[in-house]
């Protein structure tokens, strides 16, 4: 059984830099027509220059291989409208950070006044531009992203022309207010498709599924592959493939983030199976998301899957993927 993908995207994608973007740049390029790039360098893309410096970096990265990096700002209330009109087919998206909910977030937003963030968003509603949010408050851990829905409820009510993603959502709150709210969409992670709380924590400490929004509950779990396994529209894949060295993953302070790139198609292709569901996973890696932003030029390209075993290296560089070491049941042609 072979399935074919067209012109796949991620839409939510860490590259890093230096090291870490020639290591992962490659392996998102061999699988993804394209990708949404968040900024939070050290320091985060705030400006036109470094925007086109960083693309420039990973299209040295990706080589001759087929794979548009589309670039995103780290999210400032300063930002005016013949500015970020200035960045044109440059700027994809820009994404909203609360501060220090994440990695390299400080820089984020330490509260969500409406007039103060009014000119940006009106501008960005006004150019097309979407908004990306890590939407967690400082909260319980538990309930971080629960409590946001309300932030988004406010935006989305204020600025009812702006494209709002809600980012890597996690939690059955989340995919009930893409209900509510026209303008609210999500992007959807492979482990948060997979695991729950009890998989990272449950027995001994998985370093290598943690990750932040933390995995939830088997409910929430369950509410996020109804909405992805059905195709719906306001839904689309972003990895949030987060990787980072194995030295960081593995100690006292283990840094966030789970690194898929290199298994997501192979992964979901067999989820979709499974669930006999296969027909809407074109829409889930591409088809809503081509809708969804509305100005994304996407190259044309085929990804072929095979009912072949993959073993998962154990690690890629520095950085040890989810599932290393085990077998998949599909393979990229």
């Known amino acids: 059984m072979s399935i074919t993908l067209t012109q796949p995207l991620d839409m939510h994608l860490h590259l890093r830099d230096n090291e870490m973007l020639q290591t992962v740049a490659p392996l998102s390029a061999d699988s993804f027509a394209g990708a949404i790039i968040m900024p939070n360098l050290v320091p985060p893309v705030t400006t036109q220059e470094a925007l086109i410096a960083y693309k420039e970096r990973i299209q040295e990265a990706i080589g001759e291989t087929t794979f548009t990096p589309y670039m995103t700002l780290f999210f400032k209330p300063t930002y005016t409208k013949a500015f970020l009109a200035s960045l044109g087919s440059d700027l994809a998206a820009i994404k909203l950070y609360p501060a220090g909910i994440t990695t390299n977030s400080e820089g984020g937003l330490s509260g969500f006044d409406v007039e103060e963030l009014r000119p940006t968003l009106t501008a960005m509603s006004e150019l097309g531009i979407p908004l990306c ?37 996690t939690t059955k709150a989340s995919v009930e207010a893409l209900e ?101 996973l074109q829409a889930f890696v591409s088809g ?46």
């Open 133 to 169: 949010i890590h939407g967690e408050t400082n909260g319980f851990v538990m309930d971080r992203e629960a409590e946001f829905v309300s932030i988004y409820e406010m935006l989305a009510t204020n600025f009812p022309e702006l494209t709002i993603i809600m980012e890597h959502i």
């Open 288 to 333: 809503n998301a081509q809708t969804i932003y509305k100005h994304l030029t996407v190259p044309q390209k085929s990804i072929t899957l095979e009912q072949k075993p993959f073993v998962v290296p154990e690690i890629y560089g520095s950085v040890v993927p989810m599932y290393a070491g085990k077998t998949l049941a599909y393979s990229i042609v």
């Open 180 to 280: 509510r709210f026209p303008n609210l969409y999500a992007t959807i992670t492979l482990h948060h498709l997979l695991i729950t709380l009890d998989d990272v924590a449950g027995g001994m400490l998985q370093p290598h599924l943690f990750c932040k929004p933390i995995a939830k509950r088997p409910e929430d779990r369950e509410a996020l592959r109804k909405v992805a396994l059905s195709g719906h529209p306001k839904v689309m894949f972003g990895s949030d493939s987060a990787p980072h060295p194995q030295h960081a993953k593995e100690s006292c302070g283990c840094a966030a983030g789970v690194f898929t790139a290199p298994i997501a198609l192979q992964v979901l292709t067999e989820l979709f199976v499974e669930h006999s569901t296969v027909e809407n």
